[in-house]
């Protein structure tokens, strides 16, 4: 059974810098995709980074040079070290793996099959 369990997640000042940790187990995980979300109040989920299982990444445009996904190696984690954070990226973030999903569609969430509970990020002005 795949389980993931995000962490990482705090309230941290407009300029600052937070990094998530997704701790995965329970599969084969080197054969998986892994994706970060993120759920703001009142608004749709959304994709911010996510890593294929070759290692090729994609961000979101309101990410990119920010934010960095990264696979632990060897232990069975990803990571999204977060910089240079906004107002706007206060949210909920989700940890997400799903099999075979094309780099382009890396950043859509119901190409996703296992989530992480989430951790909040809030930023603060």
């Known amino acids: 059974q795949v389980q993931l369990m995000e962490s990482g997640g705090g309230s941290v000042q407009a300029g600052g810098s937070l990094r998530l940790s997704c701790a995965a187990s329970g599969y084969t995980y080197s054969s998986y995709c892994m994706g970060w979300f993120r759920q703001a109040p009142g608004k749709e989920r959304e994709g911010v980074a996510a890593?294929?299982?070759?290692?090729?990444?994609v961000y979101a445009d309101s990410v990119k040079g920010r934010f960095a996904v990264s696979k632990g190696n060897p232990t069975n984690s990803v990571y999204l070290q977060m910089s240079s954070l906004k107002a706007g990226d206060t949210a909920m973030y989700y940890c997400?793996?799903?099999?075979?999903?094309?780099?382009?569609?890396?950043?859509?969430?119901?190409?996703?099959?296992?989530w992480g509970k989430g951790t909040r990020v809030t930023v603060s002005t």
């Open positions: 890593i294929d299982s070759d290692g090729n990444t």
């Open positions: 997400a793996a799903g099999l075979r999903v094309a780099v382009g569609r890396l950043l859509l969430w119901n190409k996703y099959n296992n």
